[in-house]
């Protein structure tokens, strides 16, 4: 129980020092360019990406993959359980690894932090849970080459630009004239956000559909059926567990339950990681202009795809 809490208390300093930092960021500097791709200066650094391609990945690394604000928090949650859970660690070893990841300063997504904390992941023992924002193509290549197994998660779109505004606003992660729902739909609908547009990052995912060492799964289809969802997840990377270890997870990878510790876990930054953690939320913030340009833009670009289509666009993006 001490190394747990010990493990949370860094991560929590880490992200209290981040919203005291975002505070001394000027507005016009939240952003930046690298590679095509805009990013959040407070936690990437242009010298992190530009290194992206050392990080060496290992056979059994664990990936979560997800667009800003699809889930991956609560998702990365789930996985960090199952391989506790799957691998019935005893004190001792649970206590190496918490505190291996403490020393790491742990920085949520491997593109987050400092460039050093390649080389220093390279202590971590497997298995890893390692989590991303990138692009198949900003994905370092190891990860490809090793055939590590990925857990490619998505949402429907109207959700994700709703709590992706909360969350870049409460964050202050994008520039000032993004401050209003009115000024970041058109942003967000253009790809002028950290990393891309996501019709862009839904249509290069696609390209993976059929890549056996990635599993698609939508927030919602988690949302509907967590029991269901996390067996899937289990037998995909191998996690062995037991019905009672799915029941314990869900219970407390709950929406309800990750919220009401997000001060101890996440400090002060939980209030804007877990907002509301429901399905169609998008019906409260969008205008019916809005709601007819995303629903135009959605036909025009990922419609006809397999994970356009996976995604149900027609039951959770609907009035």
Request: aromatic letters at 12%.
């Amino acid at each position: 129980m001490l190394c747990t809490i010990m493990a949370q208390k860094g991560l929590r300093e880490f992200l209290d020092k981040k919203m005291e930092e975002a505070d001394k960021i000027a507005p016009q500097d939240r952003l930046f360019l690298h590679d095509g791709g805009l990013y959040p200066i407070l936690v990437c650094q242009p010298e992190t990406l530009k290194m992206l391609d050392t990080f060496e990945a290992r056979s059994d690394d664990v990936i979560l993959v997800g667009y800003p604000k699809t889930g991956t928090n609560w998702v990365g949650q789930i996985l960090v359980e199952l391989a506790s859970a799957s691998g019935k660690y005893d004190e001792e070893e649970r206590k190496q690894r918490q505190q291996k990841e403490n020393e790491l300063s742990i920085r949520p997504y491997l593109e987050f932090g400092d460039p050093g904390k390649f080389e220093r992941m390279k202590t971590l023992p497997s298995r890893r849970i390692i989590k991303t924002h990138l692009i198949p193509q900003k994905i370092p290549k190891s990860i490809f080459q090793k055939k590590a197994k990925m857990l490619a998660l998505f949402r429907n779109p109207k959700d994700t630009a709703v709590s992706y505004f909360h969350f870049a606003k409460g964050m202050k992660l994008v520039p000032d004239d993004q401050q209003t729902w009115e000024e970041f739909f058109p942003d967000f609908m253009s790809g002028k956000v950290p990393y891309c547009l996501y019709f862009d990052y839904i249509i290069e995912w696609n390209k993976y559909m059929d890549d056996k060492n990635i599993m698609f799964i939508t927030y919602e289809e988690l949302k509907e059926n967590e029991t269901l969802g996390l067996k899937k997840i289990a037998e995909f990377f191998g996690f062995s567990v037991t019905e009672q270890d799915i029941q314990s997870i869900v219970g407390k990878t709950s929406f309800k339950a990750m919220k009401e510790k997000s001060l101890e876990t996440h400090g002060k930054m939980g209030e804007s990681l877990f907002r509301k953690g429901i399905i169609g939320d998008w019906r409260n913030v969008f205008s019916e202009s809005q709601n007819e340009e995303m629903d135009r833009k959605f036909e025009e670009t990922v419609a006809s795809t397999k994970l356009g289509v996976m995604l149900k666009y027609e039951l959770y993006c609907k009035s």
